[in-house]
């Protein structure tokens, strides 16, 4: 760091590299070509149970099971040369209490066959990512989605049947109010039938699913509709594989995030809007399986949610595609951000909540993440999703 003192520059501080990952609360080791210790920090000695001094005696193998996800990672980081992030891994051994953790992991070039990996509990990785996937809250409404659909459809129909007979018979001044109860209960039986989306629902059959095709699809929607004085930009890769999943689901996602997208440009009135479709391919982004299992769903795990064999070739149908949805609106509130993927929150009036929500409940269910990135005159939403390798796209 340089500082200004009386108009000279002082020299920089010489900081220890060890003592600045000491002073982080992350896990951090530093492993050789062995698998074997070469540097722990603080907080790796309290997830490991061990001091540093213990660790250099160690290998990682001593702490995890054989064929674990985590050590066909770190010799995929090895063979490969590229940084590897993993969500939602199990580690369990006789050393280690079982725990759910996030990891990454990234080659050490200056010494031969050496990887750094950082650890992070399951909760902390998941409040860090935070509306990288369906919230609590939306679960939640999981629960209440089922009573709704019983206790308030089955009233409001009766309600609005009998708006329809006395519109028919009332003078005109008070035909008005008739029409307004019916308009009203035609709204709350579509925000009780959006709730429903988020109870549990027959499983979509999926399959090898061609994105270009979808974004194509949702921006020609787009465009004769709700889009189209807003002029769209497309960057994709053709060279990218499928995804994995239900092509319907999939429009029903990057739909509803181009609509906020022509929404918030619409409702700044600023005019040249511009909404930019993207797809990249992002090497070193995985997703553990969860409790579905199914391709794409993580490192190690075969269509029935077994292991896979963990070779390189099978591994990287789990490395995700990413698509972007991009505009340049008046950017996302700060105070809403973390809250962004709950139901019910919204940054427009008219806005139920529901829509960002139920995204990510769908892309939850695909084994994938979300995220979004958002300043003034920039709000990206990113997508990665698990791809196939193989087989005709939808």
Do not use: C, W
């Not at 896990?27 to 722990?40: M, N, Q, S, T």
């Not at 995804?243 to 918030?264: C, P, T, Y």
């Amino acid at each position: 760091m340089l500082r200004t003192v009386l108009g000279r520059r002082e020299k920089p501080t010489p900081v220890d590299p060890a003592s600045v990952l000491g002073a982080l609360p992350l896990a951090i080791v530093v492993l050789d070509e062995a698998g074997r210790f070469l540097f722990a920090n603080a907080a790796a000695e309290q997830f490991f149970l061990a001091s540093a001094a213990q660790l250099s005696e160690m290998n990682l193998a001593d702490f995890v099971a054989p064929g674990d996800a985590l050590l066909r990672l770190l010799e995929q980081v090895r063979g490969e040369g590229v940084s590897i992030a993993g969500h939602d891994l199990i580690l369990e051994s006789p050393r280690l209490s079982r725990r759910s953790v996030g990891v990454h992991l990234a080659p050490l070039p200056e010494v031969k066959g050496a990887v750094v990996l950082k650890l992070q509990e399951g909760s902390a990785a998941r409040a860090f990512d935070h509306g990288m996937g369906i919230s609590p809250a939306s679960r939640g409404v999981a629960g209440m989605a089922a009573v709704l659909a019983h206790e308030v459809k089955n009233p409001l129909s009766g309600i609005r049947g009998a708006a329809q007979l006395l519109e028919a018979t009332l003078e005109p001044a008070d035909r008005e109010l008739a029409v307004l109860i019916r308009d009203e209960a035609d709204r709350i039986r579509a925000l009780v039938e959006q709730m429903e989306a988020f109870g549990e629902q027959p499983p979509e059959q999926r399959g090898a699913v061609n994105i270009h095709r979808v974004l194509e699809h949702v921006r020609r929607l787009a465009m004769s509709g709700f889009a189209r004085h807003i002029r769209f930009v497309e960057a994709y890769d053709p060279s990218l594989p499928p995804v994995f999943g239900s092509r319907d689901q999939l429009v029903q996602v990057i739909l509803n995030l181009v609509k906020n997208a022509a929404e918030a440009i619409n409702e700044s009135g600023t005019g040249g809007g511009e909404i930019a479709l993207s797809t990249a391919f992002q090497a070193g982004i995985y997703r553990a399986a969860g409790p579905g299992g199914g391709p794409g769903a993580g490192p190690g795990t075969g269509p029935g949610g077994g292991r896979a064999g963990g070779t390189a070739q099978e591994d990287r149908r789990h490395v995700p595609l990413v698509v972007a949805v991009r505009d340049n609106g008046p950017g996302i509130a700060e105070g809403l951000k973390p809250h962004l993927f709950e139901p019910f929150v919204s940054g427009r009036r008219a806005g139920t909540g529901l829509g960002l929500a139920l995204a990510a409940k769908i892309v939850d269910e695909h084994d994938g993440l979300i995220d979004v990135e958002s300043r003034p005159g920039r709000t990206e939403f990113r997508l990665r999703l698990p791809v196939v390798t193989g087989g005709e796209a939808q």
